[in-house]
């Protein structure tokens, strides 16, 4: 590698990525519930100064280590309470990320197809765009399960190396992190690696360190934050939560869709395992397999749940193109699944685009009463929303019409998924949210800074907390206490516009306010003293 002539324009391609993902980001309102959950969490540690114990509404909350919740405090710190700080560490991630695959795969004959096909792909950058916490737990396992790849004894420093980064990844999400390198450790273990068994045993005892220091720090303050927590570990991987439910082959139909388009040109190395045998190769199979069988058995269905997949498919991806050659050509079937799916891409902008256009038209045939609220929210859909549509007839024409090798193909697709984000991103996303939380916001927003209790009803939502901006004088109230209790403040709260009735019934005494985007919004007011 001639470094003074690549790693100049591969650092700007890395600058500019960046950039163009920050685009828009602090504008965008911050989406319920994973957003905004660990953006409060991190807001409350400011607003408290206590970074140990993970707090929502200022009561403990024990279902995630608090690493990336601290990654959001510096952000607030720098910048201020806001999307675009609470946004800030996955764009971080996405740089070291992108400059970790480059490095890797230029060092072991991929050149930088994998970074391309790991930034070129929707789900994959889009994730780095999010203020969700799966950006830093794969990068962190990936660092940490890759030296287990290489065939033989395992050296001292890359124990070390790779126990630090399984520790970070606990510290970040929590045991679930030392599952999966456990399970790809056992599958080498079962395939005669049983000279690193000692190398393995170790690395799991140093990945336990860094949590290990946060849970008995935590146990000496609150023993039952601890039990809880583990408690909540196991419940989620034995139960589905909060209705995030889904059939097995779930995450197979995410990966494919949603890993695109390096899922299809992932395909013939992730299954044509006899060509690509390279023990990075068996590494990443090994990795992917862990990952989407763990995740389709876990009772709980969240569609980044599989997202640790994209590494090995980008990077089996990479594999495939750079190995068939300059000159090979893509294969039919292939071709026509992965046009298949850019014309589903096609259809849902387009029909999104026309919808919104045509809304006044079509929404007296809508019968049920909360989603016409939900679609009356004023929303404005502009001429470009169509652009994104554009960008897919162009990519389909343009690929119908030359005959590309694979590489070139790759760069094509590549390309306009790129684009096909930063177009469809600024025109969508803030759309969706005001359709589907947009009243919610508002509403809450508009009560920060008052003296008033804020609680939802019959459904769960952390915008209450990050947009009414509460404090710790009004926190740490629980639901039950709010809506029975004595209280010395007025409490505002809304409930779906179907469960208006129950939440009458729930709350008797407080007052209905108005209907709006899908929500009923209520006051329940401090009784006077004549009650």
Same mark, same amino acid.
């Given at each position: 590698?001639?470094?003074?002539?690549?790693?100049?324009?591969?650092?700007?391609?890395?600058?500019?990525?960046?950039?163009?993902?920050?685009?828009?980001?602090?504008?965008?309102?911050?989406?319920?519930?994973?957003?905004?959950?660990?953006?409060?969490?991190?807001?409350?540690?400011?607003?408290?100064?206590?970074?140990?114990?993970?707090?929502?509404?200022?009561?403990?909350?024990?279902?995630?280590?608090?690493?990336?919740?601290?990654?959001?405090?510096?952000?607030?710190?720098?910048?201020?309470?806001?999307?675009?700080?609470?946004?800030?560490?996955?764009?971080?991630?996405?740089?070291?990320?992108?400059?970790?695959?480059?490095?890797?795969?230029?060092?072991?004959?991929?050149?930088?197809?994998?970074?391309?096909?790991?930034?070129?792909?929707?789900?994959?950058?889009?994730?780095?765009?999010?203020?969700?916490?799966?950006?830093?737990?794969?990068?962190?396992?990936?660092?940490?399960?890759?030296?287990?790849?290489?065939?033989?004894?395992?050296?001292?420093?890359?124990?070390?190396?790779?126990?630090?980064?399984?520790?970070?990844?606990?510290?970040?999400?929590?045991?679930?992190?030392?599952?999966?390198?456990?399970?790809?450790?056992?599958?080498?273990?079962?395939?005669?690696?049983?000279?690193?068994?000692?190398?393995?045993?170790?690395?799991?005892?140093?990945?336990?360190?860094?949590?290990?220091?946060?849970?008995?720090?935590?146990?000496?303050?609150?023993?039952?934050?601890?039990?809880?927590?583990?408690?909540?570990?196991?419940?989620?991987?034995?139960?589905?939560?909060?209705?995030?439910?889904?059939?097995?082959?779930?995450?197979?139909?995410?990966?494919?869709?949603?890993?695109?388009?390096?899922?299809?040109?992932?395909?013939?190395?992730?299954?044509?395992?006899?060509?690509?045998?390279?023990?990075?190769?068996?590494?990443?199979?090994?990795?992917?397999?862990?990952?989407?069988?763990?995740?389709?058995?876990?009772?709980?269905?969240?569609?980044?749940?599989?997202?640790?997949?994209?590494?090995?498919?980008?990077?089996?991806?990479?594999?495939?193109?750079?190995?068939?050659?300059?000159?090979?050509?893509?294969?039919?079937?292939?071709?026509?699944?992965?046009?298949?799916?850019?014309?589903?891409?096609?259809?849902?902008?387009?029909?999104?685009?026309?919808?919104?256009?045509?809304?006044?038209?079509?929404?007296?045939?809508?019968?049920?009463?909360?989603?016409?609220?939900? *679609?009356?929210? @004023? +929303?404005?859909?502009?001429?470009?929303?169509? $652009?994104? !549509?554009?960008? /897919?007839?162009? =990519? #389909?024409? &343009?690929?119908?019409? *030359?005959?590309? @090798? +694979?590489?070139?193909?790759?760069?094509?697709? $590549?390309? !306009?998924?790129? /684009?096909?984000? =930063? #177009?469809? &991103?600024?025109?969508?996303?803030?759309?969706?949210?005001?359709?589907?939380?947009?009243?919610?916001?508002?509403?809450?927003?508009?009560?920060?800074?008052?003296?008033?209790?804020?609680?939802?009803?019959?459904?769960?939502?952390?915008?209450?907390?990050?947009?009414?901006?509460?404090?710790?004088?009004?926190?740490?109230?629980?639901?039950?206490?709010?809506?029975?209790?004595?209280?010395?403040?007025?409490?505002?709260?809304?409930?779906?516009?179907?469960?208006?009735?129950?939440?009458?019934?729930?709350?008797?005494?407080?007052?209905?306010?108005?209907?709006?985007?899908?929500?009923?919004?209520?006051?329940?007011?401090?009784?006077?003293?004549?009650?």
């Amino acid at each position: 590698m001639n470094s003074g002539k690549e790693i100049w324009p591969a650092l700007g391609a890395l600058l500019l990525t960046c950039l163009l993902w920050s685009w828009g980001l602090g504008r965008l309102d911050l989406f319920d519930w994973d957003e905004i959950n660990f953006a409060e969490i991190a807001r409350e540690m400011v607003r408290t100064g206590n970074l140990l114990q993970p707090t929502i509404d200022f009561l403990p909350f024990y279902e995630k280590p608090p690493l990336f919740p601290w990654m959001q405090w510096a952000a607030f710190r720098a910048l201020g309470v806001g999307e675009f700080a609470a946004r800030l560490p996955n764009i971080l991630c996405g740089a070291l990320t992108l400059a970790f695959l480059g490095y890797y795969g230029h060092r072991r004959g991929v050149g930088y197809w994998w970074a391309a096909f790991y930034a070129g792909s929707l789900l994959p950058s889009l994730y780095f765009r999010s203020g969700i916490i799966d950006p830093w737990f794969n990068l962190f396992i990936l660092l940490a399960v890759a030296a287990l790849f290489p065939a033989g004894r395992l050296t001292t420093p890359t124990v070390l190396r790779s126990g630090f980064f399984l520790g970070l990844a606990i510290l970040t999400k929590g045991p679930v992190a030392g599952l999966i390198v456990g399970l790809v450790a056992g599958w080498y273990l079962l395939r005669g690696r049983r000279q690193n068994v000692l190398a393995y045993a170790s690395i799991g005892l140093l990945s336990l360190l860094p949590a290990a220091i946060w849970l008995l720090a935590m146990w000496q303050a609150d023993g039952g934050f601890v039990r809880a927590f583990f408690a909540y570990q196991w419940r989620l991987f034995t139960q589905e939560d909060a209705g995030h439910g889904g059939f097995f082959g779930y995450h197979v139909v995410v990966l494919l869709i949603g890993c695109f388009p390096a899922s299809f040109f992932a395909l013939p190395a992730l299954f044509g395992s006899g060509r690509f045998a390279s023990a990075t190769d068996r590494g990443m199979r090994v990795l992917f397999w862990v990952t989407l069988i763990l995740f389709s058995i876990v009772s709980t269905k969240i569609v980044h749940y599989s997202s640790l997949c994209y590494f090995p498919l980008t990077w089996l991806a990479a594999r495939w193109t750079v190995a068939v050659g300059p000159q090979a050509i893509f294969p039919p079937r292939l071709l026509f699944g992965l046009r298949s799916v850019w014309a589903i891409y096609l259809t849902a902008t387009l029909l999104a685009a026309v919808a919104g256009w045509t809304m006044e038209h079509w929404l007296p045939l809508i019968t049920d009463p909360e989603l016409r609220s939900r *679609l009356e929210m @004023p +929303v404005t859909w502009p001429w470009y929303a169509v $652009l994104p !549509a554009v960008v /897919v007839v162009a =990519l #389909l024409v &343009l690929d119908g019409h *030359l005959h590309l @090798p +694979v590489s070139g193909r790759a760069t094509l697709h $590549l390309l !306009a998924m790129g /684009v096909f984000c =930063l #177009l469809a &991103l600024p025109v969508f996303a803030p759309r969706i949210q005001q359709y589907t939380q947009g009243a919610a916001v508002e509403f809450y927003r508009g009560l920060a800074g008052r003296d008033v209790l804020l609680e939802t009803c019959r459904y769960k939502s952390y915008t209450p907390l990050f947009y009414g901006a509460g404090t710790q004088e009004l926190g740490g109230i629980t639901r039950e206490q709010a809506f029975y209790g004595p209280i010395r403040h007025p409490v505002y709260f809304s409930s779906p516009l179907r469960l208006t009735d129950r939440a009458r019934r729930d709350v008797p005494d407080a007052e209905l306010l108005y209907q709006r985007g899908g929500f009923s919004f209520f006051r329940r007011p401090v009784p006077g003293p004549a009650d």
